[in-house]
């Protein structure tokens, strides 16, 4: 026996090596290596060389055989170089800020004014734009595309700001131009108090023949940080609903495997999506149109961009056509994404954010969660209520779980001994075993359902917590000041109480700096708490019959420390809660069952008196 014990020891070290082994190869490695590559990314963009003329995509011709403009890669400048470059209309609303060119007509300088980067007083607010020539550049490009038609207005096309100074709700602007060949363009940009732009595009032929056109729609992103893209649970790409289909595709595969075909489509929407941010384009809801996802190569850089070529128009001498277009720019508010979806027949626009395989019960927690966040006003304190309804939900369901493993610990010794006694007789020990499950009328399978049926449940609350708007920059109580990243302190310095920053301690400063995600060693307040609940709700689980399980699952609590300590802190506070509240449930029940637990064994060993379990 003390062999086998031996063995298993071993076995068991080495299982934990290989399993820390890996979440370093796989998690903390990987969170290193991100940042170097940002920063080269940026080196990359910053050498990026003058206009590649002609380096387009493969285009998504219409049926015409029309296809969209090819993209161009400008010598990089810094963002405010880019901005001061081309004359500009200045945006402003109670959401936006920012300009968009009067070279190419582009809506390329956003930032969402409700919004910060950090939580610094002085933090400037999220950018969502930025002008092409700045590296990472991101901007909507609109237009019109034409086979052997001469002069068409495309990125590099000054236009005449002919009406209005300010963009603004209830102020539009107009821009023309002239092409001098018989072709007069007018666009009219409007936009809301919110982020939903309106361009409407007219065409004048004025020549002497006849021309057929198509509008055209872009957003394009021409290089992607190397920081997006690497949320496993929350989607970062293209997104879009067309061809009576939603359509992701994750910035690793877009770069890596280029954007697709087209589809065509009547009515939808396309664009690129972050983890809280939406560039959306929204043809109209009757336009028969072509959508898809374009990779370019070009100076070194990847540009993706979701794109869509209209339905061909016929222009007459003499006549002249009209197409409009939405943009969405800005923050994916559920509420105000579904208000857009009704008021402007724009189909399933809620969809922009990813709620996940349990969709169906992903949605109804948020909304519940926002209820409870809008009454209570404290987002953390929202996600206890929220754990607490969930489990009086669950209650009687988790009873019968709890109930039934207090008595499979209950009759544990008992199993014990008939394992013990017929060890070499596999069959007389089963049957012995299930007359002792009939005498003492226990069930080894009662536990699993009620596990079972929880899990979507669960998934679906983890998934909200991931993607809610709400919890970023959402304080809790003391130190937690933005319950969406993580825990900021670490034990390596006590907590903050010693004045020593883990980040820049040689050789493993990396394993323990703060950051999102933190490294692999930074332990925070929260996970240890998190740790502490776990191990105690799997003490309070009958012990696995195999010694080397039971020294596996002994050691799960500290890995899943480690794993959760890199999540939002909003998630620690949620499993944390959810633990105290499975060890009183778990130890109610074995209190009523006389068990002997964890809790009992604590106050026995603190007080000196015998537990209630003997």
Request: with cysteine; charged share 15%; aromatic share 12%.
């Amino acid at each position: 026996m003390r062999d086998e014990n031996t063995r298993n020891t071993i076995i068991f070290f080495v299982c934990a090596a290989i399993m820390l082994l890996a979440y370093q190869f796989f998690v903390a490695d990987p969170a290193t290596k991100r940042m170097q590559a940002e920063e080269a990314a940026r080196k990359a963009q910053a050498a990026a060389v003058a206009t590649v003329p002609g380096a387009a995509a493969a285009p998504g011709a219409t049926s015409a055989g029309i296809a969209r403009p090819g993209i161009a890669v400008p010598q990089a400048m810094t963002r405010q170089a880019a901005v001061t470059a081309s004359p500009r209309v200045m945006i402003d609303t109670p959401a936006l800020k920012g300009s968009m060119s009067l070279r190419g007509a582009r809506i390329d300088d956003l930032y969402l004014t409700g919004y910060r980067q950090t939580l610094a007083k002085d933090s400037p607010p999220v950018e969502l734009f930025r002008p092409e020539g700045a590296p990472f550049a991101f901007f909507a490009d609109l237009g019109w595309t034409g086979a052997n038609v001469p002069g068409l207005p495309d990125g590099q096309t000054q236009w005449t700001l002919a009406q209005g100074s300010t963009l603004a709700p209830g102020k539009p602007v107009t821009l023309t131009y002239d092409n001098g060949q018989g072709l007069a363009f007018t666009r009219v940009i409007a936009v809301d108090e919110n982020y939903m732009f309106t361009v409407t595009d007219t065409v004048a032929n004025r020549g002497a023949t006849p021309i057929t056109l198509a509008p055209y729609g872009s957003v394009q992103r021409q290089g992607v940080p190397a920081t997006l893209g690497k949320n496993g649970v929350v989607h970062e790409g293209a997104a879009g609903y067309f061809a009576e289909k939603r359509r992701l595709l994750k910035y690793a595969k877009w770069q890596k495997e280029g954007g697709g075909p087209a589809h065509a489509s009547v009515g939808g929407w396309l664009g690129i999506t972050d983890h809280y941010w939406l560039a959306a384009l929204i043809p109209g809801p009757q336009e028969h149109f072509e959508g898809r996802y374009g990779l370019t190569r070009a100076a070194g850089v990847n540009i993706v961009d979701a794109n869509f070529v209209g339905q061909p128009r016929a222009i007459g001498v003499g006549q002249q056509v009209t197409s409009t277009t939405r943009l969405f720019a800005g923050a994916k508010k559920v509420p105000l994404l579904k208000e857009y979806q009704t008021k402007l027949a724009i189909p399933h626009f809620d969809e922009a954010v990813d709620w996940g395989m349990f969709w169906f019960l992903t949605r109804p927690v948020y909304q519940f969660l926002s209820f409870l966040f809008a009454h209570i006003g404290n987002f953390g304190v929202a996600i206890l209520a929220l754990t607490v309804v969930v489990r009086l939900i669950f209650f009687p369901l988790a009873n019968k779980q709890y109930e039934s493993m207090t008595k499979m610990k209950k009759v544990q010794p008992a199993m014990e001994e008939l394992r013990k006694k017929f060890k070499d007789d596999p069959a007389r020990q089963q049957q012995e075993l299930m007359e002792l499950y009939k005498r003492e009328k226990v069930n080894p399978l009662a536990g699993c359902l009620p596990i079972f049926l929880q899990i979507p449940v669960f998934f679906a609350l983890f998934k909200v917590l991931q993607i809610t708007l709400e919890m970023r920059h959402a304080p809790f109580f003391g130190y937690i000041k933005d319950l969406s990243a993580p825990d900021p302190t670490t034990i390596f310095n006590l907590f903050g109480l010693i004045p020593w920053d883990p980040g820049t301690a040689p050789l493993i400063g990396d394993l323990l700096a703060y950051g999102n995600p933190p490294g692999f060693l930074h332990i925070g307040v929260l996970a240890i708490l998190y740790g502490a609940t776990t191990w105690l709700t799997t003490s309070m689980s009958p012990p696995a019959p195999d010694p080397m399980q039971q020294k596996m699952l002994q050691f799960m609590p500290l890995l899943f420390t480690f794993i959760m300590a890199q999540f939002a802190i909003g998630l620690l506070v949620y499993y944390t809660w959810s633990n105290v509240l499975t060890t009183i449930q778990q130890y109610i029940m074995m209190r009523r069952f006389k068990v002997d637990n964890p809790i009992d064994r604590i106050i026995g060993k603190l007080t000196g008196k015998p537990t209630p379990a003997g």
